[in-house]
């Protein structure tokens, strides 16, 4: 049977990373069951779209959905960025909760822009590396702090730190220039970096946050979909969900492993550190409460006041 429908599927990301075999698991799946009626093709490494790029080409339906870093979206859509709130979460557990009060209040902003929500998957928790031992924030004060959003930007000068703007795929070089001292990312991204071969020798578990990548699909594009493809697509959209955090947390467990054996020493914050990091916490929240308003309580004050309770793992 023809494919009545072809959509291209844009992402930034590599193709290996485990956000890249879950968004071609997903593809697969719905090209499967829906038996010719819609067929995803992904673009991943920026071939299709660069990352910057891929939301507004799905707004315009120049692409018909696309994966990226949910707070990059929040210069146009404030809610998206509350994953960019430090440590106000602490498992996979607390994330899910977060993006459970978070998703419906998304939708309704992105729904005005002519984009559906497919689903969300987290990076491992931002941790801390850095080349000397930390106890406390008054240890990284006069650091050169790696910084990639206005988020990090303002982490960096909460704690005395000087904001440095480097990109990823930058990241081991400039902390072998001595460019960086400190940064807060996932043990993922420290291992792709290759971390051990410069300087940076810490790795704290400070579980700061957990960023997620979103994948969204073009509205007219969606509601041009049968019902039947419609049900299919969300059906794997969910099954994906489920799959990506899943993956995500095995990646975490696998990264800090290999940071272990390659020499990094790996361990928890000091309590002092801890405490401290838990009070910026509560300062951002207060300030992204001001900056969103209603659709921010909405969103934190359920997630706040369901802390303990329990939740299907990786539902939807």
């Known amino acids: 049977m023809a494919a009545q429908n072809t959509w291209t599927l844009a992402s930034g990301y590599p193709k290996e990373l485990f956000h890249g075999v879950n968004l071609r698991q997903f593809a697969q799946n719905v090209n499967d069951q829906a038996k010719g009626g819609l067929v995803i093709e992904v673009r991943s490494d920026g071939?299709?779209?660069?990352?910057?790029?891929?939301?507004?080409?799905?707004?315009?339906?120049d692409l018909a959905a696309g994966?990226?870093?949910?707070?990059?979206?929040?210069?146009?859509?404030?809610?998206?960025?509350?994953?960019a709130i430090p440590f106000i979460v602490n498992s996979y557990d607390d994330a899910l909760r977060l993006w459970n009060a978070q998703r419906p209040i998304l939708q309704q902003a992105l729904d005005k822009q002519g984009l559906v929500i497919l689903y969300a998957v987290p990076w491992p928790a931002q941790g801390l590396f850095t080349t000397r031992?930390?106890?406390?924030?008054?240890?990284?004060?006069?650091?050169?702090m790696r910084t990639?959003?206005?988020?990090?930007?303002?982490?960096?000068?909460?704690?005395?730190?000087?904001?440095?703007?480097?990109?990823?795929?930058?990241?081991?070089?400039a902390f072998k220039d001595q460019r960086l001292d400190t940064m807060f990312t996932s043990p993922a991204t420290g291992v792709d970096s290759k971390?051990?071969?410069?300087?940076?020798?810490y790795f704290y578990n400070a579980r700061g946050w957990y960023p997620k990548n979103i994948v969204i699909a073009n509205k007219a594009k969606w509601a041009a979909l049968s019902e039947a493809n419609r049900k299919t697509v969300m059906a794997a959209a969910?099954?994906?969900?489920?799959?990506?955090?899943?993956?995500s947390e095995a990646a975490s467990t696998v990264s800090m492993a290999e940071l272990t054996s390659k020499?990094?020493?790996?361990?928890?914050?000091?309590?002092?550190?801890?405490?401290?990091?838990?009070?910026?916490?509560?300062?951002?929240?207060?300030?992204?409460?001001?900056?969103t308003g209603a659709e921010g309580n909405r969103m934190l004050i359920p997630y706040f006041s369901n802390q303990g309770s329990a939740s299907t793992p990786y539902s939807k």
């Not at 969910?238 to 993956?247: L, N, S, T, V």
């Not at 801890?274 to 929240?285: A, D, Q, T, V």
């Open 47 to 61: 071939i299709a779209a660069g990352p910057s790029e891929i939301v507004g080409k799905v707004r315009s339906g």
């Open 67 to 83: 994966e990226v870093l949910l707070s990059t979206m929040a210069s146009d859509t404030l809610i998206a960025g509350a994953d």
């Open 133 to 144: 031992p930390v106890r406390s924030i008054a240890d990284l004060r006069g650091s050169k």
């Open 148 to 173: 990639y959003n206005p988020s990090t930007v303002r982490l960096a000068q909460l704690m005395g730190a000087t904001p440095v703007d480097v990109p990823t795929q930058a990241i081991g070089a």
């Open 195 to 201: 971390l051990w071969e410069g300087p940076a020798k």
């Open 238 to 247: 969910e099954e994906a969900q489920k799959r990506g955090w899943m993956a």
């Open 263 to 291: 020499g990094i020493k790996v361990d928890t914050p000091e309590p002092e550190l801890r405490n401290e990091l838990r009070r910026i916490g509560e300062k951002f929240s207060v300030e992204y409460l001001r900056e």
